[in-house]
């Protein structure tokens, strides 16, 4: 158990389109999701927490108006990147977590590769 | 401020021991874990430490000393397929995690 899964996998855009990034969990409820990104050969980098049925919570430098996150059930969270621009072109990666075997333990989805050309 | 230091590389022999640090100088701490990525893939989580001492899963092991803000991963008889880079991670409050930036570890035959 604990899945959690990304879609689309792989996407290319034109500069100045929106592309939104998918991750569920499936065979559990995550009440907060993570979102990250990462640059090659970098770490992840921790954008926001994403709350069910409220605002996400942005970390510094973040932008929330380019990055806008929707968590409109317990299952799924929503990443939109607004106007991406080839500077957006990143790893997007989500988490969720999920108690299990006495653990709060952080379960990762498969990424998103971005490419904005 | 939040910082987790590794180090950026290590190489070491199959079948062989390999220890990667990390110490952590953070806000909030509930707990060091330990993540592996390989090229192209998302992170997969390896263990977990909230109290002191040695967590052993495997051929992988743990270990944290909180009064240090230091821990460590260890492993034991290496194969070529653990070649990959391992995180260390501070969980913070509200489960949010801070990843290091990262060891890649080079496994030689």
């Known amino acids: 158990g604990a899945v959690v899964s990304q879609h689309p996998s792989r996407v290319i855009c034109k500069s100045g389109t929106s592309v939104k990034i998918e991750c569920r969990s499936l065979?559990?409820?995550?009440?907060?999701m993570f979102w990250y990104r990462q640059f090659p050969k970098q770490s992840l980098m921790l954008m926001a927490t994403s709350n069910e049925g409220s605002k996400a919570t942005y970390e510094q430098g973040v932008e929330k108006d380019k990055f806008l996150i929707n968590h409109a059930s317990l299952t799924l969270s929503t990443l939109t990147v607004t106007s991406a621009h080839p500077e957006d072109s990143s790893f997007y990666i989500c988490?969720?977590?999920?108690?299990?075997?006495?653990?709060?333990?952080?379960?990762f989805g498969p990424g998103t590769r971005l490419t904005v050309l | 401020g939040q910082s987790l230091e590794q180090p950026s590389e290590v190489t070491a022999v199959e079948g062989a021991i390999v220890q990667i640090n990390c110490t952590y100088q953070t806000s909030g701490f509930y707990g060091l874990s330990w993540y592996q990525q390989h090229d192209g893939g998302a992170p997969t989580f390896l263990s977990y430490?909230?109290?002191?001492g040695l967590e052993e899963t495997g051929r992988f092991s743990s270990f944290l000393s909180r009064s240090d803000s230091y821990g460590y991963l260890l492993l034991q008889e290496l194969q070529m397929k653990d070649s990959a880079s391992y995180f260390c991670?501070?969980?913070?409050?509200?489960?949010?995690?801070?990843f290091g930036k990262g060891t890649r570890l080079h496994i030689l035959p």
């Open positions: 991670a501070v969980r913070d409050q509200g489960d949010k995690i801070i």
């Open positions: 988490s969720a977590g999920h108690h299990l075997g006495g653990n709060n333990e952080q379960f």
């Open positions: 430490n909230a109290l002191d």
């Open positions: 065979d559990f409820q995550a009440t907060t």
